[in-house]
């Protein structure tokens, strides 16, 4: 048998080569072209309208490719490899993703939160291109109702190429996801908080953490009251935050937010080496809402995560924290 890491790297070529192709000939940027391209191994046509040179090139590169033979993991890595060559590419600053390292983890902390539900209803307000979405999708056995907003235009083809790829159903909304949704309230909201400033300040009037003492709102205090009124109740919210999110004046309103509408469970700090600046390090964040499905831990789950590369420590870390669960949740 094929080792998978080949199995990868072929399919990744198959994508970047391709990509490349439809990046010359339509002048579009990596990252378009990879979505167009992606989209025609889904289809397996070439659905733009190019050279029949290029047409033929194209073809014999997806017809190397046979996607059931890969499993769900293998394309979501190598979709992910080719992502982010494009993303080295890419001068927008908002064309990240999440770390594959931390979408596992958080695959693995959602289903310790959910091992009761065999269904349920998920949404990630902040998108992207889908791989930490995807990745829990791929890691789970319950029957998940997916939704995913995403206000980028590039970023949001991606994702669902890549949710098309590994055949997810994933209802995706182009949009601000700040402004209203029009998506029931769900089970579990996860997401890569986006952070900065918000520049619409008359949306952000409309949310109890508004600022009043500086000229735009943090649209991370935003994204958490926004997941927390989209959560139901007893929902839980796991989101990578910045470190910083709880020093500063606006800290305080945050908090007192927090403590009326939600119960922390946990916040894991990733470790400091998976961040090029200190500044931009961040840390898992779980939330539950108020209600009467909540239950309130004796004490929250509150770590400094060892390099995910440290199988020693992780596996340490990971029994310490399944005996947490036992303890605090499973009860």
């Not at 958490?224 to 004046?249: C, D, Q, S, V, W």
Request: hydrophobic share 40%.
């Amino acid at each position: 048998m094929v080792p998978p890491v080949i199995d990868i790297e072929k399919l990744f070529q198959a994508l970047d080569e391709s990509a490349n192709i439809l990046k010359e000939e339509l002048h579009l940027s990596y990252l378009d072209a990879l979505a167009e391209s992606g989209e025609n191994l889904f289809q397996n046509a070439v659905l733009q309208g190019v050279h029949s040179f290029t047409e033929k090139r194209l073809l014999k590169k997806y017809e190397e490719i046979h996607l059931n033979q890969f499993s769900n993991e293998q394309i979501r890595k190598a979709f992910q490899l080719a992502i982010l060559k494009g993303m080295k590419e890419a001068v927008q600053p908002n064309h990240e993703m999440t770390p594959d390292a931390v979408c596992l983890f958080i695959s693995y902390l959602f289903e310790k939160l959910t091992v009761s539900k065999p269904s349920l209803r998920l949404l990630d307000p902040a998108y992207g291109t889908g791989n930490l979405v995807t990745a829990i999708l791929n890691h789970t056995n319950k029957a998940i109702r997916a939704y995913g907003v995403e206000v980028d235009e590039t970023l949001i083809k991606l994702g669902f190429v890549g949710s098309n790829l590994q055949k997810h159903e994933v209802e995706l909304f182009k949009q601000d996801a700040l402004q209203p949704i029009f998506v029931d309230d769900v089970d579990v909201i996860v997401s890569d908080l986006p952070v900065g400033y918000y520049p619409n300040d008359i949306v952000a009037k409309d949310y109890e953490l508004h600022t009043t003492t500086m000229d735009h709102s943090f649209i991370h205090y935003l994204y958490i009251e926004k997941a927390i009124r989209h959560l139901k109740e007893g929902g839980y919210f796991i989101g990578m935050i910045p470190n910083f999110m709880f020093t500063g004046e606006e800290a305080k309103n945050l908090n007192n937010f927090i403590k009326q509408n939600a119960i922390i469970i946990g916040l894991l700090q990733l470790p400091l080496s998976m961040f090029k600046n200190e500044k931009h390090a961040k840390s898992i964040f779980i939330l539950q809402k108020k209600g009467d499905e909540a239950q309130i831990p004796k004490q929250a789950l509150l770590v400094d995560l060892p390099s995910f590369s440290n199988k020693q420590a992780m596996s340490g870390m990971i029994q310490r924290i399944d005996s947490w669960f036992k303890t605090n949740i499973y009860k």
